[in-house]
C-alpha cells in the first residue's frame, strides 16, 4: 500500500520561501514518477512539477526558474519554491505513479496548505 505524506506548508510573506516534503511508503519495484499539484478553492489541481526516474523534471510556467523539485534515495520528494507570490497560494498535494515517464499520479497524499500573504 503506497502511502505519501507531505509536510512543510505554512504561512509565508510575499518573496518568502518555504520547503515541502513528500514521504513515500510502500514503494515497489520499479520506480515511481513523483509529482507536485496545488489546488485552490474552485479550481482544478493543477501540475506545479513533476521529476522522473531518470532526473528530468518540468514545471509549470507560473513557477519556472522560482520552484526546484528533487528527490532522494530515501523516496522523499521535496519541492523548493521561492520568491512566493500570494498566486500560489493554495493545498499543495504530492503524487506518485508506477512508471518511468508517466506523470499523472494514481497515488496521493493529503495535501499540505501554502498561505502566502502579507
Known amino acids: 500500500q503506497v502511502q505519501l505524506v507531505e509536510s512543510g506548508g505554512g504561512l509565508v510573506q510575499p518573496g518568502g520561501s518555504l520547503t515541502l516534503s513528500c514521504a513515500a511508503s510502500?514503494?515497489?519495484?520499479?520506480?515511481?514518477?513523483m509529482s507536485w499539484y496545488r489546488q485552490t478553492p474552485g479550481k482544478e489541481r493543477e501540475l506545479v512539477a513533476y521529476i522522473l526516474l531518470d532526473g528530468k523534471t518540468r514545471y509549470a510556467d507560473s513557477v519556472q526558474d522560482r520552484f526546484l523539485i528533487s528527490r532522494d534515495a530515501t523516496d522523499t520528494t521535496y519541492l523548493q519554491m521561492n520568491n512566493l507570490k500570494p498566486e500560489d497560494t493554495g493545498m499543495y498535494y504530492c503524487?506518485?505513479?508506477?512508471?518511468?515517464?508517466?506523470?499523472?499520479?494514481?497515488?496521493w497524499g493529503q495535501g499540505t496548505q501554502v498561505t502566502v500573504s502579507s
Open positions: 510502500g514503494f515497489t519495484s520499479g520506480g515511481y514518477v
Open positions: 503524487g506518485a505513479r508506477h512508471s518511468s515517464y508517466n506523470y499523472v499520479p494514481n497515488f
